[in-house]
């Protein structure tokens, strides 16, 4: 644990360090944050996670709870996914040292009885929730863990869905609270963003969870969007399939290490009806039509070996790529002090103040803020057509509903980069 040192010198620097020890590293740990997709981890399974700047093992006890522990056995340090999972336990592949969930060493085949019991490797809080696996990675006992009742029960197709980037996750999560942006990143994509960047003004505000964020159209419709802190966000999106409307997602940007992140997503599709089973399989049908991964092309766009124009936008998912460029075009750790922010940047000012301010009161050894998601809290747009106004169901219904339907929409060259960590 750092020392508090007060008037301690705080900067954008201390956003991107996100390794043991680092400040915003302390930070993150104090949250849950998504560590992996539960349909990939069947239960009797073990994965190699990274997450942090740290490597772990993530496995799945034969009961179907999952547990995170150190990436290595006390032993000898070998790396214990490569193992066995035993009931609720892993034991180790090179002597078959055994540990519970707990990170308690259980059984060491060649040793005296007794020695177990003093061989204890690091654990972590796990738990699977809405298709993805929660990890808390700080220091004693757990936050209350965050609920999102609007996810879990409606009439829908819930979509499970991340991307890795390489670039710092900090880029991406400015990226959410910049309006602007999408009338020039994803201009061609009029289908899902005519008109969208053209807001005459934006604004961004305190909330009791992080920040409000509005940005309003020329005729004055009005679209407003809510971070939750500290690296969550809950928005709506335009429909892309003639039978929904609005869709509500939630998006969390977890580092791999300072130079890479995953975007971890939730896609609350409403749909009824026998129209749920023909959207699924439009939108599983595009999934299956992207094999060019979006990093590699960004990558040669950038090295000026392609043109973006020249990709085939049926084989790549093109918003990513959009994206790709744009914020890995930063660098990978993009250079905040060479910046000249402008009016169009309220929502990157206004989330660089929070982490300041909270980043400052951490260093410090200063009560931090506690961030709270109150019912009614939620995004909401414009109407489109003769669809109901996409209000937030932040606890006001569901109660009558049953779970939606839980579908991974990641194409499957997401799915081999994430399994490899």
């Given at each position: 644990?750092?020392?508090?040192?007060?008037?301690?010198?705080?900067?954008?620097?201390?956003?991107?360090?996100t390794g043991p020890g680092t400040l915003a590293g302390r930070y993150l740990r104090s949250f849950w944050q998504p560590i992996y997709h539960a349909p990939d981890l069947p239960a009797g399974q073990a994965r190699p996670v990274r997450v942090l700047g740290e490597s772990f093992t993530l496995y799945r006890g034969e009961g179907g709870a999952p547990y995170l522990v150190d990436f290595r056995c006390a032993h000898r340090g070998t790396q214990l996914s490569v193992g066995w999972v035993e009931g609720e336990c892993i034991?180790?592949?090179?002597?078959?040292?055994?540990?519970?969930?707990?990170?308690?060493?259980?059984?060491?085949?060649?040793?005296?009885?007794?020695?177990?019991?003093?061989?204890?490797?690091?654990?972590?809080?796990?738990?699977?929730?809405?298709?993805?696996?929660?990890?808390?990675?700080?220091?004693?006992?757990?936050?209350?863990?965050?609920?999102?009742?609007?996810?879990?029960?409606?009439?829908?197709?819930?979509?499970?869905?991340?991307?890795?980037?390489?670039?710092?996750?900090?880029?991406?999560?400015?990226?959410?609270?910049?309006?602007?942006?999408?009338?020039?990143?994803?201009?061609?994509?009029?289908?899902?963003?005519?008109?969208?960047?053209?807001?005459?003004?934006?604004?961004?505000?305190?909330?009791?969870?992080?920040?409000?964020?509005?940005?309003?159209?020329?005729?004055?419709?009005?679209?407003?969007?809510?971070?939750?802190?500290?690296?969550?966000?809950?928005?709506?999106?335009?429909?892309?399939?003639?039978?929904?409307?609005?869709?509500?997602?939630?998006?969390?940007?977890?580092?791999?290490?300072?130079?890479?992140?995953?975007?971890?997503?939730?896609?609350?599709?409403?749909?009824?009806?026998?129209?749920?089973?023909?959207?699924?399989?439009?939108?599983?049908?595009?999934?299956?039509?992207?094999?060019?991964?979006?990093?590699?092309?960004?990558?040669?766009?950038?090295?000026?070996?392609?043109?973006?124009?020249?990709?085939?936008?049926?084989?790549?998912?093109?918003?990513?790529?959009?994206?790709?460029?744009?914020?890995?075009?930063?660098?990978?750790?993009?250079?905040?002090?060479?910046?000249?922010?402008?009016?169009?940047?309220?929502?990157?000012?206004?989330?660089?103040?929070?982490?300041?301010?909270?980043?400052?009161?951490?260093?410090?050894?200063?009560?931090?803020?506690?961030?709270?998601?109150?019912?009614?809290?939620?995004?909401?747009?414009?109407?489109?057509?003769?669809?109901?106004?996409?209000?937030?169901?932040?606890?006001?219904?569901?109660?009558?509903?049953?779970?939606?339907?839980?579908?991974?929409?990641?194409?499957?060259?997401?799915?081999?980069?994430?399994?490899?960590?």
């Amino acid at each position: 644990m750092t020392d508090a040192r007060v008037g301690v010198e705080v900067s954008a620097h201390d956003f991107v360090r996100t390794g043991p020890g680092t400040l915003a590293g302390r930070y993150l740990r104090s949250f849950w944050q998504p560590i992996y997709h539960a349909p990939d981890l069947p239960a009797g399974q073990a994965r190699p996670v990274r997450v942090l700047g740290e490597s772990f093992t993530l496995y799945r006890g034969e009961g179907g709870a999952p547990y995170l522990v150190d990436f290595r056995c006390a032993h000898r340090g070998t790396q214990l996914s490569v193992g066995w999972v035993e009931g609720e336990c892993i034991r180790c592949f090179y002597h078959g040292w055994t540990y519970d969930g707990c990170g308690q060493c259980v059984e060491q085949p060649a040793e005296q009885p007794d020695f177990a019991a003093k061989v204890r490797i690091r654990s972590h809080p796990a738990r699977e929730y809405l298709g993805l696996v929660f990890a808390y990675l700080g220091e004693g006992d757990p936050p209350e863990f965050p609920r999102y009742p609007e996810f879990e029960r409606f009439e829908g197709l819930l979509e499970l869905d991340s991307y890795r980037r390489r670039c710092n996750y900090f880029q991406n999560l400015e990226n959410s609270l910049d309006m602007s942006h999408v009338g020039f990143v994803h201009r061609d994509n009029e289908a899902s963003f005519a008109g969208i960047g053209h807001g005459q003004s934006l604004t961004a505000e305190d909330s009791a969870w992080g920040i409000t964020y509005t940005s309003m159209r020329a005729e004055g419709q009005v679209r407003v969007q809510q971070f939750g802190m500290p690296n969550i966000f809950h928005m709506t999106a335009l429909p892309t399939d003639p039978e929904i409307g609005w869709q509500e997602s939630l998006f969390w940007w977890v580092p791999v290490d300072d130079e890479q992140h995953v975007q971890f997503s939730l896609h609350r599709v409403p749909v009824k009806g026998d129209a749920v089973g023909r959207v699924h399989e439009r939108r599983l049908a595009r999934r299956a039509r992207i094999d060019v991964a979006h990093q590699a092309a960004a990558e040669r766009i950038l090295a000026g070996e392609l043109r973006l124009a020249d990709v085939d936008r049926v084989h790549v998912d093109l918003v990513r790529l959009q994206d790709d460029v744009a914020q890995v075009g930063q660098g990978r750790i993009a250079d905040r002090e060479r910046e000249r922010l402008g009016r169009a940047d309220t929502g990157v000012i206004a989330i660089r103040k929070l982490w300041l301010r909270e980043l400052r009161a951490l260093a410090e050894g200063r009560p931090l803020a506690r961030w709270t998601r109150p019912p009614g809290l939620g995004p909401r747009a414009w109407r489109l057509g003769d669809q109901p106004m996409p209000l937030s169901t932040n606890g006001r219904d569901g109660a009558d509903v049953g779970p939606p339907t839980l579908v991974d929409v990641r194409p499957r060259m997401e799915i081999e980069q994430q399994r490899d960590p």
